[in-house]
């Protein structure tokens, strides 16, 4: 069964921290990647940052590398997205996203191609 939920958004000021979680079941969580996508009004849907399930390998865009960390835990099937240094700029819908699929070249981790299965979405929104 897919299922992947994420929690975990809201509202915060500029400079503040959030952290989102996505949970997965058990079956979802083997395949190889996850990632975090976010799209604002308007905007086209841009991947945030990427983990390698098998290894924690990690990979992040240019726009949130340094203040966005993406974490896993095994144990309870569940990839976190600890968001510091907000900006308004990152005021947007945030997806979690599963694919399997095998790459070493990590920008293709931001693919929203390479993924089929997605969460539901949580809210993030940060006033300045």
């Known amino acids: 069964q897919v299922q992947l939920v994420e929690s975990g958004g809201g509202s915060v000021q500029a400079g503040g921290s959030l952290r989102l979680s996505c949970a997965a079941s058990?079956?979802?969580?083997?395949?190889?990647?996850m990632a975090w996508f976010r799209q604002a009004p308007g905007k086209e849907r841009e991947g945030v940052g990427g983990?390698?399930?098998?290894?924690?390998?990690?990979y992040y865009a240019d726009s949130v590398k340094g203040r966005f960390t993406i974490s896993q835990d095994n144990a309870k099937n569940t990839v976190y997205l600890q968001m510091d240094s907000l900006k308004p700029e990152d005021t947007a819908m945030y997806y979690c996203?599963?694919?399997?699929?095998?790459?070493?070249?990590?920008?293709?981790?931001?693919?929203?191609?390479?993924?089929?299965?997605w969460g539901q979405g949580t809210q993030v929104t940060v006033s300045s």
């Open positions: 983990i390698s399930i098998g290894s924690g390998s990690t």
């Open positions: 058990p079956d979802t969580y083997r395949r190889s990647f």
């Open positions: 996203a599963s694919g399997q699929f095998y790459s070493g070249l990590s920008w293709r981790w931001l693919i929203s191609g390479n993924y089929d299965y």
